[in-house]
């Protein structure tokens, strides 16, 4: 078996493993590695394996039984003639002695670094490969994929002689929990952690090296609240790996490592062609230099004229070991040779290089103004984390009062302000709006300034100064100039935001034909969204929306613009979600935010994913996209979404049975979630109806389901913040309201035909329940078929709907009540709550139907040691939830007589004086 990988990956971490595990086992290792001069030295990792089995062993003890033909790999070894030299005739001498000295046992054979191996050593391998399997052996390998070696192996594991494994770079999840176990922390920052993986490129033995040199120089401390880091870990370079770049760079001699420098500056990547003006040196020299480099595992190349350092920390190691005025040297004559050409516009992949070399020539202004240059590039083309970088980057090279700070400034809002960084987007925009005015900027720009803080205060629900600041750049600015379309757009989506929907669409409406007739592309194809928004969450009018969304995607996809795309195939997500459709579009427009660092909207889409989990149930999914939805909410400072995830959260829980928690989770998020009546109803309406229903509690649930309703009127609004949130709840609030003897769905319109399919099937099994309960039992069964059916991707909510459906029609004499309580008592039981399985048992015994006996795992259901039957069984579970003997009996359709029996049966059989010491001695007990 080979282990391949390049130096520092962990080949000799898993070697060390291997050893352990032959030591438990009781096998006997024989251990050798090749080094840098093995090449010349036959025979030197076989050697090295062999000495170490045969020099604990006494030689009277195993000169009989040893095999002849070791003489090549241990010369004077033995009495009498050697035979000659023959790899053959080694390696067949090597399978012999690891039976001798295994003994039965089994023999693992390691040999480390085979990269360095003599020719003769890989003839040896190769023969064992092909017979190994003749003894108790294993030989296990260690090789970077490089020399004769490679294509050795290469050939073994094509004709199946070899297991080979190659040892991929750690991803950046499991470098986070390296740099954990090594801190010996449960949580680490992310800053340190997107640090060490930035420098240590998944290689682990980097990642140790580098944590130790941080810590060991007092950048990286431990403080009561956590780790800390001073400053960027790209600063620091393991001293062990620096030594090596040193060692190898003396081996190019003066004229190549001088060609190794200029390389160096140029950056991790370059072209050879720059080479020979930067080091002053000729081509031939650089050819020289370039191949030794390769050899020595320094540069790879990557084609076309181009060359690039194997490993990041190699570029540091080499400038570090350069004077600063060395560099800078260096740095001023490339730019140079690279800016010759004339004062032609730049190319757009040669500004990256330019503003890189300017920063190490110490050439600030040039600096800034190319990292300006870079980060607008960065913007227009959809990558908003790097331009938000990138401008930082430029800002901080100047001084603040100067042209070009206010220049990468005014960038970095606008990426901030594309990102929604509301917390960066105030600070930031304050301070440009301060310089603007000292330096008596022109208008449209201040304005420009003034919309990105009006769609700050926007996203944190500042709604008040939102619309103050849009007034104000309106005063700026003169009629048919773009801004002015832009800070109306914004003063619609304030308006959409405020409910008041008549103003938000005139406003769209009047944006579009404005940047229609201008050719305004992308406020287009905002005010489309905004209207699809409209006709999706206002008027619940899904056709008309997606006429929208469908017309705003191909204007974005013909124009080029991946921002607007990716916000509509958020919208169209939605869409997706109420018609119970793929997640596809909105798992897209995940990646898209993600790549091009638009930071709400990730949060959003996350939010979405939650919900779209939580409708089918799979609440371990729910829970991982709502916490992650809720950390960057809070981290990016969107109040409204923060709070709304909140309360998702919250739903998840009620929906695994914990109603105590669920409403603490609630009180939590309501406490955070301001004075919007929509938005608390958002959080309360489904987390408590939903706790109080798997509690299989109706009355509570209705009363829950009155209290939210209260607080929609209040918001003088029937809008659903998100289609499958309150959506939930204005479709279980129809059928809890049905079952509980009020036909009530939605007020406000008539929802019957409603597009959203979860609204539309749960309004149909209300509807059934009230025409059974009104003797109309063709059509309650033909109300509730259709409901039902289209639920099958909404199992939890189905398998409830049935529960509370069959007890009316039970009472009412329609439908098959006896089919659905067996099916959603199979569901609910294995997977709960059990109150509501619970439930369905009851009824079916009610409706005489025979019932199985409860599962003896179940918690709920059974003690350990005990003899109870499942009617004893539920009647243990809610007087352990503290119920009474009258609202057992109600629960369980009991007499309150028969479930005091229960209770004197159950007290007998647990030896429990009492009802108190009955609720403590139940499993699960709180």
């Known amino acids: 078996m080979f282990l391949v990988g390049e130096a520092g990956i962990g080949k000799s971490r898993l070697v060390a493993e291997a050893v352990a595990e032959a030591a438990r086992r009781g096998a006997v290792v024989l251990a050798g590695r090749a080094t840098a001069t093995g090449a010349a030295v036959p025979y030197q990792p076989l050697t090295g394996a062999l000495l170490q089995g045969l020099r604990s062993r006494q030689w009277a003890e195993i000169a009989e039984t040893l095999p002849s033909g070791l003489a090549a790999a241990l010369p004077g070894f033995g009495e009498g003639p050697n035979p000659p030299a023959s790899p053959v005739l080694l390696a067949e001498a090597v399978l012999r002695l690891a039976g001798v000295l295994g003994g039965g046992r089994g023999t693992v054979l390691i040999l480390e670094d085979l990269h360095w191996a003599d020719a003769d050593t890989l003839a040896v391998l190769d023969y064992l490969a092909d017979n190994a399997h003749s003894e108790p052996l294993l030989v296990l390998v260690t090789s970077r994929p490089e020399g004769e070696a490679s294509a050795l192996i290469d050939t073994l594991q094509r004709r199946s002689a070899a297991q080979v494994s190659t040892l991929a770079p750690l991803t950046f999840a499991e470098v986070g929990e390296m740099v954990a176990s ?37 950048r990286l401390v431990q403080a009561p609240s956590g780790w800390q880091l001073d400053q960027d870990p790209g600063q620091h370079i393991p001293l062990s790996f620096a030594q090596t770049v040193a060692d190898r760079l003396a081996k190019l001699g003066p004229a190549g490592a001088a060609v190794l420098r200029a390389a160096a500056v140029l950056g991790r990547e ?64 490339a730019l140079d040779t690279l800016t010759s050409g004339g004062t032609k516009p730049m190319p757009a992949e040669l500004v990256e290089l330019a503003a890189h070399l300017a920063v190490h020539a110490d050439r600030g202004i040039e600096a800034a103004r190319y990292l300006t240059d870079e980060a607008s590039r960065a913007l227009s083309a959809g990558a908003v984390a790097t331009a938000a970088a990138t401008a930082r980057r430029a800002s901080n090279l100047v001084p603040e009062s100067s042209a070009e700070a206010t220049a990468a400034t005014r960038v970095l809002l606008s990426a901030l302000s594309a990102a929604g960084d509301t917390g960066a987007i105030d600070q930031v925009g304050r301070r440009l709006l301060q310089q603007q005015q000292d330096q008596a900027a022109p208008p449209e720009e201040q304005a420009a300034v003034r919309l990105a803080l009006a769609k700050g205060a926007h996203a944190s629900l500042d709604l008040d100064r939102a619309r103050r600041l849009c007034e104000e750049a309106l005063a700026q600015v003169p009629p048919a100039v773009q801004i002015r379309t832009e800070v109306n757009l914004a003063l619609a989506e304030v308006a959409f935001s405020a409910h008041q929907h008549a103003a938000a669409v005139a406003g769209a409406e009047a944006v579009l034909a404005e940047a229609d007739a201008r050719g305004y592309v992308e406020l287009a194809c905002a005010a489309l969204d905004l209207l699809g928004r409209y006709r999706l969450l206002v008027t619940v009018e899904l056709e008309r929306a997606e006429e929208h969304l469908l017309d705003s995607l191909r204007r974005a996809e013909q124009a080029n613009l991946p921002l607007c795309r990716a916000r509509v195939l958020f919208q169209l997500g939605q869409l997706d979600m109420a018609h119970w459709r793929s997640r596809a579009r909105l798992h897209e427009a995940r990646a898209l935010a993600e790549d091009f660092g638009l930071l709400a909207l990730t949060a959003e889409i996350d939010h979405l994913l939650a919900i779209c989990h939580l409708s089918t149930h799979d609440l371990d999914g729910a829970s991982r996209y709502a916490e992650r939805a809720l950390a ?125 399919l979860f609204l539309r099937a749960s309004f149909c099994v209300a509807r059934a329940i009230a025409a059974g309960r009104a003797g109309d039992t063709d059509q309650a069964n033909a109300l509730f078929a259709a409901g039902d059916g289209a639920l099958a991707k909404a199992p939890w909510l189905q398998a409830v709907y049935r529960r509370y459906a069959a007890e009316t029609a039970l009472a009412d004499g329609w439908g098959r009540p006896r089919d659905w309580l067996t099916e959603a008592e199979q569901f609910l039981s294995g997977c709960g709550p059990e109150p509501l399985a619970r439930a369905c048992r009851s009824l079916l015994r009610l409706a005489g139907a025979p019932v199985r006996r409860a599962p003896r795992d179940r918690a709920d259901n059974c003690h350990p040691g005990l003899a109870l039957t499942t009617r004893e069984a539920d009647v243990m579970a809610l007087v352990r939830n503290g119920l009474t003997n009258k609202q057992i009996a109600g629960r369980l359709y009991l007499s309150t007589r028969t479930v005091e029996k229960h209770v004197e049966r159950i007290l007998a059989k647990t030896g429990s004086a009492n009802r108190t010491a009955l609720a403590a001695l139940a499993p699960g007990a709180q």
């Open 182 to 218: 090594c801190l010996g922390a449960d949580v680490v920052p992310a800053s340190i952690i997107e640090g060490v993986d930035a420098r240590a490129e998944g290689v682990p033995f980097l990642v140790e090296e580098l944590l130790a040199g941080l810590v060991n120089q007092g």
């Open 632 to 756: 960057e909410a809070r981290r990016y400072r969107l109040g409204e979404l923060a709070a709304i995830v909140a309360g998702v959260r919250a739903t998840i829980t009620a929906a695994r049975g914990q109603r105590a928690q669920a409403e603490r989770e609630v009180a939590d998020a309501l406490a955070a979630a301001g004075p919007s009546p929509q938005i608390r109803a958002a959080i309360s309406g489904s987390a408590l109806v939903w706790a109080a229903l798997a509690d299989d509690d109706l009355s509570a649930a209705v009363q829950r389901i009155a209290d939210t309703r209260a607080l929609l009127r209040a918001a003088s609004a029937t809008v659903l913040v998100q289609p499958l949130f309150l959506a939930l709840f204005h479709g279980v609030a129809a059928v809890m309201l049905a079952a509980e003897g009020t036909h009530d769905l939605m007020p406000g319109r008539d929802w019957a035909e409603t597009d959203d």
């Open 270 to 333: 370059f072209d050879w062609h720059r080479l020979p003006g930067v080091a002053r040196v000729n081509e031939d020299d650089v050819f020289a230099a370039l191949s030794s480099a390769i050899d020595l595992q320094l540069v790879e190349k990557t084609g076309r004229g181009r060359f690039r350092f194997r490993h990041a920390l190699t570029v540091d190691a080499i400038l570090a070991g350069l004077l600063d005025p060395q560099r800078a040297r260096l740095a001023g004559q």
